[in-house]
């Protein structure tokens, strides 16, 4: 089993986001995980971090799966960094994902 460090990111915070980019809402599987995908490289492009962090699907040691923005990895064909990275490489990441979830919590 490979482990990640990065952040958890909710399908719905990557969906809105997409939305909120111009994309239409998805119709198919295909279009939601486009969605996601554009969603994602948005706020990874706004953090910073779109050259030093990776977006993998990942399944919890409980079995729940979420979408991860990971900084590094111990799967060597990642291409990450097999240390936790400083905490100045994911502070804007945190700080985005935090307000946006902040800002969509009812």
């Known amino acids: 089993m490979f482990k990640y460090c990065g ?3 909710r399908n719905e915070l990557l969906l809105q986001r997409a939305i909120e980019m111009g994309h239409a809402p998805p119709e198919t599987a295909e279009d939601q995980r486009d969605n996601i995908l554009q969603g994602a490289l948005n706020i990874m492009g706004h953090a910073g971090v779109l ?3 990776r977006f993998r699907r990942v399944k919890t040691p409980k ?3 979420f979408w991860c923005i990971a900084f590094s990895s111990n799967d060597p064909c990642d291409r990450l960094p097999a240390t936790a990275p400083s ?3 994911y502070k804007a990441l ?6 946006e979830a902040n800002l969509r919590s009812p």
């Open 7 to 9: 952040y958890l990111v």
């Open 51 to 53: 050259c030093s962090a």
């Open 63 to 65: 079995g729940h799966k």
């Open 87 to 89: 905490e100045e490489e």
């Open 94 to 99: 945190k700080e985005l994902i935090s307000t």
